[in-house]
């Protein structure tokens, strides 16, 4: 079974940027929807990102488009979210999750999701 951990998370300012990074294990990620999904305090975890198993297929959530970006290296077993433009209400706990027998529109839908990794701390601060 895959195993997922996120790095790059950190405090930063309104405006700036970060970029997470999500590690997995196994040898068989290349073949996996991946997604990132994140949860503020208080509030419900929400879709992120999502990519198919090639790059080639991407989807955002509203809020992100334009600022955010999902790729993936699969020779380095590694999912990244290049985030722009940060904004306070970026602020949130973000998870990486994996979709073995997903596709990347079930992963932005939520479903299909087997594999979560513990997640990273983003700060926004204004």
């Known amino acids: 079974q895959v195993q997922l951990k996120e790095s790059g998370g950190g405090l930063v300012q309104a405006g700036g940027s970060l970029r997470l990074s999500c590690a997995a294990s196994?040898?068989?990620?290349?073949?996996?929807?991946m997604g990132w999904f994140r949860q503020a305090p208080g509030k419900e975890r929400e879709f992120v990102a999502a990519?198919?198993?090639?790059?080639?297929?991407?989807y955002y959530a509203n809020s992100v488009k334009g600022r955010f970006t999902i790729s993936r290296d699969n020779a380095k077993n590694t999912v990244y979210l290049q985030m722009n433009s940060l904004k306070p209400e970026d602020t949130a706990v973000y998870y990486c999750?994996?979709?073995?027998?997903?596709?990347?529109?079930?992963?932005?839908?939520?479903?299909?999701?087997?594999?979560w990794g513990q997640g990273t701390l983003v700060t926004v601060s204004s």
């Open positions: 196994g040898r068989t990620f290349s073949s996996y929807a």
């Open positions: 990519i198919n198993w090639s790059g080639g297929i991407t």
């Open positions: 999750a994996a979709g073995p027998t997903a596709q990347a529109m079930s992963v932005s839908e939520g479903r299909y999701l087997e594999v």
